[in-house]
Each structure stands twice: as C-alpha cells, then as structure tokens.
C-alpha cells in the first residue's frame, strides 16, 4: 500500500483519473499534496504536491453550473485530467492551497474556433 504524504486530509471524494485509459479511484485533498488511489490496483496512483502545481485548468459548462472535469498542470510531469463525483466541491477543496490567479478556465468552443481561424489567416498572410 502506498503512503499518502498528506497528514491532514480535507475532501476525499470518488474520481477518475483520464490517461489514455481511464482509472477509477478516490482523489484525497489534503495539507501537503493532491493525490489519486485506484482502489483496486493499489499500484495505480499519483501524488501531486502543491508547490509542483503550475496551474488547475476547469473545463465550465453552462455558465458554471456544471464542469465535468479539470486538468492540473505540473512544472516537470505534465499534465493530468481529473474527473470527480462532485468538481465543484472539489475545485473548492483545491482553492485552499492553489492561488486564485494560478486557477483558470479553459476556453469555450467558441473561442477555440475563433482562435484556429485567425491562426490560420496568419499562416495565409505570412506566405
């Protein structure tokens, strides 16, 4: 069994883990870390501390009524997409520890497409 490097825990909740494969488990937010049990492989798991978080990036919907998962952005291991039973409850949970100007949302489909275009007309215009 793995060690968690938390000492105090605030929010365990049901989660899931996006990584090509998706794995099931609980997220535990605690004083020292974010981190990740499968709870059946106990071999599957990430700890995450909060000085190694560059950024949490929420994917909103609906004007913030619902956000079906975020992404937590690393200094050296990537990046690492989450799902929880409740995200919103979780994201609170995380706002303790991460500064508010280091949580974003990520772009609308909107935006997505407004920004593809005007890459693509500067592709055409330096040709």
Do not use: C
């Not at 997220?27 to 709870?39: P, Q």
């Not at 190694?52 to 937590?72: L, M, N, Q, S, W």
């Not at 990046?79 to 772009?107: C, E, G, V, W």
């Amino acid at each position: 069994m793995v060690k968690s490097i938390n000492t105090k825990v605030d929010l365990t909740i049901t989660a899931t883990w996006f990584r090509g494969i998706a794995s099931y488990g609980k997220v535990m937010i605690g004083d020292k870390a974010f981190e990740f049990y499968n709870e059946k492989n106990i071999g599957d798991f990430v700890q995450i501390p909060w000085e190694e978080i560059t950024y949490v990036v929420a994917d909103v919907r609906f004007h913030g009524k619902y956000i079906p998962r975020f992404e937590i952005r690393t200094k050296k291991n990537g990046n690492f997409i989450f799902a929880t039973q409740d995200s919103k409850k979780t994201l609170r949970a995380i706002r303790k520890y991460i500064p508010a100007d280091h949580m974003r949302q990520s772009l609308s489909l909107r935006q997505k497409l407004t920004l593809s275009f005007k890459n693509m007309i500067n592709k055409v215009h330096k040709k």
